[in-house]
């Protein structure tokens, strides 16, 4: 079986780091422009997508700074594999950047970026950072 490979993507985001961060730790945040549904229950999150549901352990948060989340596969294991979200402001023109780092396929990790620039796309929207 391939192994996924990690890649690190980065989005101006115009917004405070307190505010983003609501929108990417929290499950209602969330549901608003990552997956159609989130449900948490303590430290694992379900993401529902359409008719499918992918599992995740919140493995590690720094409030207003970043939050990561471990997928967990059929036999509720833990993966090697995660996608973090990482807020960055540049302490002197108060830019604020948003990181995603996550894994995919060598052949799919075009297309994953794709995905994610449509999902932060979305999440602009939602806090009016467009």
């Known amino acids: 079986m391939d192994t996924k490979i990690r890649y690190e993507i980065e989005f101006a985001v115009n917004s405070s780091p307190q505010l983003l961060y609501q929108y990417i730790s929290t499950p209602s945040g969330l549901s608003e422009w990552f997956a159609d549904n989130v449900n948490s229950r303590g430290e694992w999150f379900t993401f529902i997508w359409d008719d499918t ?22 036999d509720d294991k833990e993966t090697d594999y995660f996608f973090e979200l990482k807020i960055s402001e540049d302490e002197i023109t108060k830019d604020v950047s948003l990181i995603v780092t996550d894994f995919a396929f060598e052949d799919e990790v075009e297309e994953s970026k794709q995905l994610w620039k449509n999902q932060i796309a979305d999440l602009k929207h939602v806090i009016g950072s467009v």
């Open 53 to 74: 549901e992918e599992k995740a352990r919140l493995a590690s948060k720094k409030t207003n700074e970043r939050i990561k989340f471990k997928w967990i596969d059929e």
